[in-house]
């Protein structure tokens, strides 16, 4: 599930390669922390979270075989 996750982030971050993911597992719960560039914090989130939003539902969709629910929480990375 974190390579679609990482898949999608790619598509709209600038600087890709910079992007850092954090996973912690508890249970059947999975977050997943996304650490990304102030400059590309707008274009990963979307107008009023709409692509935050859709990679939510689609993570969501994705994971139901699995039975984990994965939390996702896009962060810049100078809010550590």
Same mark, same amino acid.
């Given at each position: 599930?974190?390579? /679609?996750?990482? &898949?999608?982030? =790619?598509?709209?971050?600038?600087?890709? @390669?910079?992007?850092? &993911?954090?996973?912690?597992?508890?249970g059947?719960?999975? @977050?997943? %922390?996304?650490? /990304?560039? $102030?400059?590309?914090?707008?274009k990963?989130?979307?107008?009023?979270?709409?692509?935050?939003?859709? /990679?939510? %539902? *689609?993570?969501?969709?994705a994971?139901?075989?699995?039975?984990?629910? &994965? =939390?996702?929480? *896009?962060?810049?990375?100078? $809010? $550590?």
């Open positions: 599930m974190l390579d /679609l996750i990482k &898949y999608i982030v =790619n598509q709209f971050a600038e600087n890709a @390669d910079e992007v850092e &993911y954090k996973v912690v597992e508890n059947n719960n999975v @977050d997943v %922390t996304v650490l /990304l560039k $102030e400059s590309d914090m707008g990963v989130i979307g107008r009023q979270g709409k692509i935050a939003k859709s /990679l939510r %539902t *689609i993570v969501s969709a994971s139901k075989k699995s039975g984990k629910r &994965y =939390n996702i929480e *896009i962060k810049g990375k100078d $809010e $550590e």
